[in-house]
């Protein structure tokens, strides 16, 4: 049963424009959601997180919105740079008592020049 | 800057070989992790620690044993590899109190299987 969905495998937005990743989820013990990014040969390195008590946090150019009733969250970033180029993947705790992050299954964003 | 260590990049076994996965962080953090990558299934959690004396099974743990040697390593074995344990292996650790639940991860292990 997955958890954290991102029904997205890929997306390709030009540079400059405005790249949207989007992310659901069914579990509604989730309090706390993070962006991580991953390039190829890396580990995914942390981006951008929100608590479940906030419906926005902005950080340059990446924004990530929460909409908890609907259970959906996604990541805005704009401008979008070459560079943005990665596998994103989404995660969330649950306030079930542990640490654990369940993962999405990621989106690979190809940004063209 | 938090630094994790995983011992190997690339590791190519046989069917029915010993598999050994080291994993070091230099901030002795309390909590660390294996999880293993597959295509289109995202990131996966095979077994967690949240200090030397915890050890707790993640969500696809069969197959797959750990130890926590110290605070500062994890390590994940494969008694006896198996051809659908080919995979992208990494560790991840995370500092006990964080607010942000942000995990620090390993450049990971591309296990080959044949």
């Known amino acids: 049963d997955q958890q954290v969905k991102q029904n997205s495998p890929s997306l390709s937005v030009q540079e400059g424009r405005i790249s949207i990743l989007n992310c659901d989820y069914t579990n509604s013990m989730f309090d706390y959601f993070l962006w991580y990014k991953k390039y190829p040969a890396e580990g995914p390195t942390f981006l951008i997180s929100?608590?479940?008590?906030?419906d926005k946090n902005e950080d340059g150019r990446f924004t990530v919105f929460l909409n908890k009733s609907a259970k959906h969250l996604s990541l805005h970033i704009v401008p979008s740079q070459p560079g943005d180029s990665a596998v994103y993947f989404c995660?969330?705790?649950?306030?079930?008592?542990?640490?654990?992050?369940?993962f999405g299954t990621g989106t690979r964003l190809t940004i063209i020049p | 800057d938090v630094k994790v260590t995983q011992s190997s990049r690339y590791l190519v076994k046989r069917t029915g070989e010993k598999v050994f996965l080291e994993c070091v962080q230099d901030?002795?953090?309390?909590?660390m992790f294996w999880y293993r990558q597959d295509p289109g299934l995202g990131l996966r959690l095979i077994y967690y620690s949240f200090d030397v004396k915890d050890i707790n099974k993640g969500e696809i743990s069969d197959g797959y044993s750990v130890s926590r040697q110290a605070q500062a390593k994890f390590s994940l074995s494969l008694e006896s590899a198996i051809p659908n344990q080919t995979a992208l292996y990494f560790c991840?650790?995370?500092?006990?109190?964080?607010?942000?639940?942000?995990?620090?991860f390993g450049p990971g292990t591309r296990l080959t299987v044949t």
């Open positions: 991840a650790t995370r500092e006990l109190g964080q607010q942000t639940y942000e995990q620090y």
């Open positions: 901030m002795d953090h309390e909590n």
């Open positions: 929100i608590s479940s008590i906030k």
């Open positions: 995660a969330a705790r649950s306030n079930f008592g542990n640490e654990k992050l369940t």
